[in-house]
């Protein structure tokens, strides 16, 4: 059995001063998610792998790299998702 579900919408010009808003913000919103993020990485270096074959010593990086850590833990983004609905003027959701 299928449920219908009624969905209201309306039409807006796409040049109205609401639409305008909305993706001011958003774009706010998001240079400053990124900002947040870029400040919480933290930096790893990852050395070389030393393999024997063959009784020779082989590496298997090159170089040694600067690894980024981006924080993945539940405070993380608890307090990011705080921070950007600060100045939320629209829905939460």
Excluded at 22 to 43: F, G, H, R, S
Aim: hydrophobic share 40%.
């Amino acid at each position: 059995m299928k449920t219908l579900e009624l969905v209201r919408s309306y039409s807006m010009p796409i040049r109205d001063d609401r639409v305008r808003r909305l993706i001011t913000w958003y774009v706010k919103a998001l240079q400053k998610a990124i900002d947040m993020i870029w400040d919480n990485i933290e930096w790893r270096y990852c050395f070389p792998e030393i393999i024997r074959r063959s009784g020779k010593l082989i590496t298997n990086m090159g170089l040694k790299m600067h690894v980024p850590i981006i924080p993945r833990d539940r405070a993380f983004k608890k307090r990011l998702r705080d921070e950007l609905m600060k100045g939320n003027p629209y829905a939460a959701h």
